[in-house]
């Protein structure tokens, strides 16, 4: 009886010290965009958390002049890190896995294409076929923590996974602190543990996308209850190109150099690590309806919500059973 009784007064104690625990809320800008980590913490860990950002920034970022990634692309001699070293694997087996779909050297493409949008003067064929002779993830591969290039014009953009692998990196620095209710999200990709400030689980908006070029309008299609999972989001809400009367949205198909022609306007996925959301959600933006739900049907641990336009050119939704008991629609 005392055992118990001890027992019991000490799990009174500990729901105590929960409850009363202060929840952070921190923000800031990083790899051009910004984020917000909420966490339950005695102290405040903001210092410390940009510290591991930058980590991130420094390996990664293309913005950075002093960065792995600039280095590389700029053919300077320069050692690895552990850092770029884990996301370069991670981005190739992802490739694999897709066929090539998701390529984080399909950036110059990418930038080809953005221009010509928004001038309304596209790329000739010529300009495609000269920037197709230096891209695809087979032509880069590591060897001896150096990287190695066949073409010396191919470079490297981890934007489509940077963003996730940094939301992993500072979830990781948070455990490692003993946190076990957080939510961090960088750039609208987000890893959550635990519960929210309202002793609820996380709820995750997943924006409409709306003809909005200003971005003034956030209305949400859907809520999606995500807790100790990741999530990101692909897809350009505010911009896209009409023809036939159907909506596409800019993704450029890492295959051709031109721009898909599918209906999905935006892709979200939910998996064990943000950094495999963050690139999944952007290849299925390039495979496409039907070729990422033959996929998603290879990998039981993802889940997926499409927004995509039908032949009447309406938005539809479709997703995993898996997510059925956690969705909320609130727009279909």
């Known amino acids: 009886m005392p055992f118990l009784l001890l027992l019991t007064v000490g799990t009174i104690l500990i729901i105590r010290k929960q409850d009363s625990t202060p929840y952070q809320h921190d923000h800031g800008t990083v790899f051009g965009t910004t984020y917000s980590i909420t966490y339950q913490c005695d102290s405040n860990l903001q210092k410390s958390i940009a510290a591991e950002l930058q980590k991130v920034d420094d390996a990664l970022s293309p913005f950075n002049k002093k960065s792995v990634i600039t280095a590389v692309n700029e053919n300077r001699e320069v050692e690895l890190n552990d850092m770029f070293v884990e996301v370069f694997n991670m981005a190739k087996k992802i490739s694999d896995d897709t066929q090539g779909a998701f390529d984080i050297t399909v950036a110059p493409l990418v930038n ?3 221009f010509g949008f928004k001038t309304g003067t596209n790329p000739t064929s010529r300009d ?14 590591i060897d001896n923590r150096r990287l190695v290039k066949q073409d010396k014009r191919t470079m490297l953009d981890c934007s489509s996974i940077a963003k996730g692998y940094g939301s992993d990196v500072v979830a990781r620095f948070l455990e490692s602190r003993g946190v076990t209710n957080y939510m ?20 995750i908006g997943v924006t409409k996308p709306t003809d909005d070029s200003l971005s003034v309008s956030q209305d949400l299609q859907s809520v999606i209850n995500v807790t100790d999972k990741s999530m990101a989001t692909s897809g350009n809400y505010r911009n896209f190109y009409y023809k036939g009367g159907k909506k596409y949205a800019h993704t450029i198909d890492p295959h051709t150099g031109y721009p898909v022609q599918h209906s999905i306007l935006s892709s979200t996925v939910i998996a064990d690590d943000c950094a495999t959301a963050d690139a999944y959600a952007t290849a299925f933006m390039v495979m496409g309806l039907e070729k990422a739900k033959v996929l998603l049907k290879r990998h039981p641990e993802l ?3 499409f927004i995509y336009s039908d032949e009447k050119g309406q938005n539809k939704t479709w997703f995993s059973d898996s997510l059925k008991d956690k969705i909320t629609e609130l727009n279909n």
Request: no cysteine; aromatic share 12%; glycine share 12%.
């Open 112 to 114: 080809a294409w953005g």
């Open 184 to 203: 961090v999200e960088i750039g609208g990709e987000i890893v959550t543990k635990g519960i929210s400030e309202k002793r609820l689980p996380w709820k």
């Open 128 to 141: 495609i076929d000269s920037l197709m002779a230096f891209i695809g993830y087979q032509k880069v591969r």
């Open 303 to 305: 889940m997926a919500y």
